[in-house]
């Protein structure tokens, strides 16, 4: 039986990754496997990996690694820890193929180390662009040592063919957590009210935002423009949710976290919301707002308006239903506006999603489950 390992480092790539590995972890041709590690093991943003226990998944193997602060110093350290640990878990797992989402530091640990234990890597969302981002070569790197390559859209495939990847290799499937949203029954305003212990306002804005890692201007600068913008809105409840682990997280919270703690701010701040509930709440929000890349992936097919804040996604294919606007106070003003106008959110409940394809999970498991694997690590460049 062909031995499926799945690695996951934080809630954004869990949440995607949820009904392939559902799907996974109930096939009868298939052996299910999961590691995870990273910020699921982390009090500070939220141990997460109960949320994975709690959805009905054993996990194998739990690589906790310390990230006490986010100097880049430490993540490069973090990164070589989060190496080690899946090394071992790959000698004793055995998996035949490793399952990576993304472009995170953790996920290049994972396919460096199964590279070197010469496992296939079916590799998720590959050819996407973050140019304000470090996440923009470790995404390509992962891509040159994957085996399978699963894409949201044409224009991605084109560009991991670019890459050198032979397109018979690349399967263009959509995003997999449109496909769970579409699935699931969300919280009502009402369950979500009473179980965060916190009232919905006449307008409300659910925002994240991420370390821009590649920006030459400061953490604590743009954090400052957003909530210097924030604070203009009067009844207006704002919703925030953790930054991931990248450098500069730090300052992002401890400023959001004052923000929040000033009544007149109309604030609430969550570590982690799980996936249901953040999916939940941002239905029952007028406007997506930050630089995560829920807001221009998952929001369109929520029928929400959101706005793209700076240069982290960049280069991303998006919906009209997406503004992109500077990380300045009055940019992000004039696009509140824009996005919280009756027009705007009215032409968002006709716009068809890019990123929305059917049987997307289906898909991807199917081309896992029957690939002959003999001979698939010989990869020849593929010249476009």
């Given at each position: 039986?062909?031995?499926?390992?799945?690695?996951?480092?934080?809630?954004?790539d869990y949440s995607s990754l949820y009904p392939v590995m559902k799907l996974a972890l109930n096939s009868k041709k298939l052996k299910f496997q999961l590691i995870a590690t990273c910020m699921?093991?982390?009090?500070?943003?939220?141990?997460?990996?109960?949320?994975?226990q709690n959805d009905g998944f054993k996990i194998d193997a739990?690589?906790?690694?310390?990230?006490?602060?986010?100097?880049?110093?430490?993540?490069?350290?973090?990164?070589?820890?989060?190496m080690i640990g899946l090394s071992n878990a790959y000698n004793r797992l055995k998996?035949?193929?490793?399952?990576?989402?993304?472009?995170?530091?953790?996920?290049?640990?994972?396919?460096?180390?199964?590279?070197?234990?010469?496992?296939?890597?079916?590799?998720?969302?590959?050819?996407?662009t973050t140019a304000g981002a470090l996440d923009e070569c470790i995404r390509h790197s992962i891509t040159k040592m994957s085996s399978f390559h699963f894409v949201t859209t044409e224009v991605y495939k084109k560009r991991v063919t670019q890459l050198g990847e032979n397109p018979a290799t690349i399967h263009t499937v959509g995003a997999i957590a449109i496909e769970r949203i579409k699935k699931?029954?969300?919280?009502?305003?009402k369950n979500i009210e009473q179980t965060l212990n916190f009232k919905f306002d006449k307008t409300n804005i659910v925002i994240t935002y991420h370390p821009v890692t590649l920006n030459k201007k400061s953490a604590s600068n743009e954090i400052k423009e957003i909530l210097g913008a924030l604070n203009k809105l009067p009844h207006t409840k704002k919703i925030f949710t953790m930054s991931n682990a990248d450098s500069g997280?730090?300052?992002i919270y401890k400023m959001i976290k004052r923000f929040s703690k000033d009544k007149k701010n109309n604030s609430v701040f969550f570590k982690s919301l799980g996936q249901k509930m953040y999916f939940s709440v941002m239905k029952n929000c007028n406007l997506v707002l930050g630089n995560s890349s829920s807001g221009i992936i998952e929001a369109p097919s929520l029928k929400v308006p959101s706005i793209d804040i700076g240069d982290r996604q960049k280069g991303r294919t998006r919906s009209k239903t997406v503004i992109t606007c500077k990380a300045e106070k009055k940019d992000i003003l004039k696009a509140m506006r824009k996005g919280l106008s009756k027009n705007f959110i009215k032409a968002s409940l006709s716009n068809k999603n890019p990123y929305e394809k059917n049987n997307t999970s289906k898909n991807i498991l199917d081309t896992l489950t029957s690939s002959n694997l003999k001979n698939i690590l010989k990869k020849i460049f593929y010249d476009y």
């Open positions: 039986m062909r031995k499926i390992c799945f690695v996951t480092g934080s809630r954004a699921h093991l982390s009090p500070k943003f939220g141990n997460t990996y109960k949320e994975i739990k690589i906790k690694v310390p990230i006490n602060s986010d100097h880049p110093k430490i993540i490069s350290q973090a990164t070589g820890r989060v998996p035949d193929i490793v399952v990576l989402l993304g472009d995170r530091f953790e996920a290049l640990a994972a396919a460096f180390a199964a590279a070197s234990a010469k496992i296939p890597i079916a590799h998720i969302y590959g050819g996407e699931i029954k969300l919280f009502s305003k997280n730090d300052i």
